[in-house]
Structure formats: C-alpha cells, structure tokens
C-alpha cells in the first residue's frame, strides 16, 4: 500500500581471520538474498580499485614502505571514500555484505608495536554500524591445514595471532560467532538465518554509527 514504505537494506559484515572462509561466505550469501529478491551487493575491504585502494595494495604487495600511521588512515579512508555510496545504496533497499571491515582496520594495526585500540578506533567513529557482524572462528590448526600463508604483508603466524586476540577485544554481545571449520554448506546455512532473523527485526530502522 502507499503508507507501506520499503525496508532499508542492511549492512552485515563478516569478520574473522585469514583462511576463516570470508570471502566464500559473503559472495554465497549475496548470491542467495538475490535469488530470493533480496538485493544484495558484495563488498570487501580494503577496495583495492580506488585511488586509495590501490597505494594500499602496492603496500600490502611490499612495493612501497609506509609509516604505519598514515597506513591506517588510508585503510580508514578507503571506507569513507565509500560511505556515501553505502548510505545511498541502504535507502534504497540494497544489503551490503561486507567482507571485513572496521574491525580488521583496528585489529590489524593494533597489532603493531605502540598502537592501542583506542587510537585505532578513532578514524571509524561515525561509519555506518553494522545490522549485523558474524565472526567466522577457526583454530590455528585448522588454519594451517588450509595451506601455507601468502606473500602478502601480515600473513605471519605470529602477527596473526596477535590480531585474534585483539579481535577478542572488540567482540560485542550481538556479534554471532560461527564455528569455521565446518563444512562450507553449514556455515552458510547458519549465516542465511541469522541474516533472515535480523532482516526481520530492521525494519525502517535508522541507519547507526560507530562508535558513538
Ligand atoms: P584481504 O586479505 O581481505 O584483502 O585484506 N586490513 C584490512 C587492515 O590492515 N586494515 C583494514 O582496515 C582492512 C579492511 C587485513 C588484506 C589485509 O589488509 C588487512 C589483511
Ligand atoms: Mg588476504
């Protein structure tokens, strides 16, 4: 009817370490909302095909040294160059589902030497908050058994471990934890509920911010 305005999309964002299995997830997931006339948009940062984007690439490739300051505001500013888009692409009913996002931002440089959480969170404050974050959770064996680690920056055991652990800090009471070293299958048959649940939920609900 003409009162009966249309629902906002969300904005779901999976987390989780290397090799959890994010990038499968997100693409089955917004390939199955659009099978049942949800529209969906796959995302994933860091955008590499910016302007942004692609001095993080070169950097996360080694071609070029940063200070780790300035590298964290352009993978902060890679998510703002975005933002409108984002807003514009939830008002008119479009779900996003994201392939990391502020909480790899924070979790990824607070695990380098001199740098707190805090600080790390600053740039994201006022970005778009998330209807709903999964983490996908695996252990370090399993991870492991997935295959030897790239060539690209922070793909070190060691580095990786720190960044679980401040991952464990930022984890919210709502975030839903699904265990990944179940069968591809599984995973998303528990991500498309907990997604249905809280499409359900949203409504016409204003769009959050983070942080604040
Ligand atoms: P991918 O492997 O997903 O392409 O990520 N990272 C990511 C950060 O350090 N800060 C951020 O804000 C984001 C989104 C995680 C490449 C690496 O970039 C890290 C791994
Ligand atoms: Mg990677």
Not at 135 to 144: E, K, M, P, Y
Request: proline residues 4%.
């Amino acid at each position: 009817s003409e009162t009966e305005s249309k629902q906002r999309g969300l904005l779901i964002v999976i987390e989780g370490l290397d090799k959890a299995g994010k990038s499968t997830q997100c693409k089955l997931l917004t390939k199955s909302l659009n099978a049942i006339n949800i529209p969906s948009k796959y995302l994933h940062f860091p955008m590499r095909t910016t302007a942004v984007g692609k001095i993080i690439d070169d950097y996360l490739n080694k071609r070029i040294e940063l200070h780790d300051s300035a590298v964290h505001l352009l993978f902060s500013a890679n998510r703002w160059e975005y933002e409108a888009e984002m807003i514009s692409d939830m008002k008119s009913g479009v779900t996003l589902v994201v392939d990391r996002y502020s909480y790899s931002g924070v979790a990824f440089t607070a695990a380098k030497p001199g740098f707190s959480i805090d600080w790390c969170r600053g740039p994201e404050i006022g970005l778009p908050r998330p209807d709903l974050v999964i983490f996908l959770s695996l252990s370090q064996d399993v991870a492991a058994g997935r295959g030897d680690f790239g060539e690209e920056r922070y793909e070190v055991d060691t580095f990786q471990k720190k960044v679980l652990s401040n991952f464990k800090q930022l984890i919210e009471p709502e975030w839903k934890i699904l265990d990944a070293s179940r069968p591809i299958k599984a995973i998303q048959k528990d991500i498309k509920e907990q997604v249905l649940e809280v499409m359900n939920e949203i409504g016409e609900c204003v769009i959050e911010r983070l942080w604040t």
